[in-house]
């Protein structure tokens, strides 16, 4: 249950958005020597690799190594992670054991290379041999999100009430309220169910703060939305999700500043890169231009490997930063086809708003109309493309 957050934080929101992790042919090949890390779980999981250089027939081991590179890469926003859990579990594919686990982590590495329909299956895969487990149905419901599926990301939501704790099936299901009309009733839910709760798990606590900054944020509520983030900060985890959602907010709120204490330290993460990117040019701050260089030169080596996990932010850096808005547009359009989260609509009517092109964002546009989603942000661009 501890890792439900990631699950409805980063299959739903960045876990698209990172390059194509590249997968080392064995556990002994040296990709890249890694700066020297003090985390913890970074020194930990580096301990358990050794280990399996010396058993590596030990799929228990394995796997935990897997999962640890996996919340590696969507903590700290660094791809190569995943391809270190992909270098882990590939031994395993040959024969695939009747483990929920081994199950499990192949889904979340799956629905990271945009495979949706792969990943629901092996998630479902893995429920079927522990139907207990609470973290495959959080992920099916994460990825139904993302396709914006919402009827059967809620039916994924109802199955985590009877195995795992209230304020996660609530949780859960208010994601999905909150996208389809009934916005207003989902954060003050969740916000009264929340209060009541004060032992809740830190990661579980960081994105229940996180989901309701956002919706605060939709309805206008600044002061609560400040407070929701800071809140969520506090939780004392290391997530990339809370820190560009957040910095998200300062940047809308006319804060750039604010934005290059927060993120100081973290250009690996391109998510991350592209808003110290954006705040340093809205602040005039001297290193805008090497971020935006930094920025460039990786969506172009992405480019012509084939990688298409890098749209959405990319169309966002072409529109912002370069000010391209037909590249940016096409970049939207393209992530459109498999990304429908509200930032996706969001950066393709934007793009369509500016370069001229408002039937571009018509599957934007109906998507709207149709799921109900609250946004005045959303609906001003809807105004301006009709």
């Given at each position: 249950m501890k890792r439900f957050?990631?699950?409805?934080?980063?299959?739903?929101?960045?876990?698209?958005?990172?390059?194509?992790?590249?997968?080392?042919k064995g556990d002994d090949e040296v990709v890249e020597k890694l700066p020297a890390n003090t985390d913890p779980a970074v020194r930990g999981v580096e301990s358990l690799r050794r280990q399996l250089a010396a058993r590596p027939n030990d799929n228990v081991l394995r796997l935990d190594i897997a999962r640890r590179y996996f919340d590696l890469a969507m903590a700290q926003g660094d791809p190569r992670?995943?391809?270190?859990?992909?270098?882990?579990?590939?031994?395993?594919?040959?024969?695939?054991?009747?483990?929920?686990?081994?199950?499990?982590?192949?889904?979340l590495l799956l629905q990271y290379s945009h495979d949706f329909d792969g990943a629901l299956k092996s998630l479902q895969r893995a429920s079927e041999i522990d139907p207990k487990d609470p973290d495959p149905i959080?992920?099916?419901?994460?990825?139904?999100?993302?396709?914006a599926r919402y009827a059967d990301a809620l039916q994924e939501c109802e199955k985590l009430a009877p195995v795992g704790q209230r304020l996660v099936a609530m949780g859960c299901e208010s994601y999905v309220q909150a996208s389809t009309g009934q916005l207003r009733q989902a954060y003050e839910g969740l916000r009264a169910g929340f209060m009541t709760d004060p032992a809740v798990d830190p990661g579980i606590a960081l994105w229940l703060h996180t989901r309701l900054a956002e919706m605060a944020v939709?309805?206008?509520?600044?002061?609560?939305?400040?407070?929701?983030?800071?809140?969520?900060?506090?939780?004392?985890?290391?997530?990339?999700?809370?820190l560009a959602a957040y910095a998200d907010f300062l940047l809308m709120r006319g804060r750039p500043r604010e934005v290059l204490t927060l993120l100081e330290g973290w250009e690996r993460s391109d998510v991350l890169l592209l808003r110290l990117a954006l705040a340093g040019k809205a602040a005039n701050d001297p290193r805008a231009a090497d971020w935006a260089k930094q920025l460039r030169?990786?969506?172009?080596?992405?480019?012509?490997?084939?990688?298409r996990l890098h749209e959405q932010e990319a169309a966002r850096f072409e529109l912002d930063i370069e000010n391209k808005p037909a590249e940016a547009l096409a970049l939207a359009k393209r992530n459109y086809e498999t990304q429908k989260e509200p930032r996706d609509a969001e950066i393709l009517m934007r793009a369509a708003v500016a370069a001229k092109q408002p039937a571009a964002a018509k599957p934007a546009l109906d998507w709207l109309k149709d799921s109900g989603y609250e946004d005045e942000h959303l609906q001003q661009l809807a105004k301006a493309l009709q």
């Open positions: 957050a990631i699950a409805l934080l980063a299959a739903a929101a960045f876990a698209n958005v990172h390059a194509a992790p590249f997968t080392p992670y995943v391809g270190y859990a992909m270098s882990a579990l590939a031994p395993m594919e040959k024969s695939p054991p009747a483990d929920a686990r081994y199950w499990f982590v192949r889904g959080a992920w099916r419901a994460a990825v139904r999100m993302v396709q939709r309805l206008q509520r600044w002061n609560d939305a400040e407070q929701h983030f800071r809140a969520a900060l506090r939780q004392g985890r290391i997530d990339q999700f809370a030169e990786r969506f172009e080596a992405a480019a012509k490997r084939g990688d």
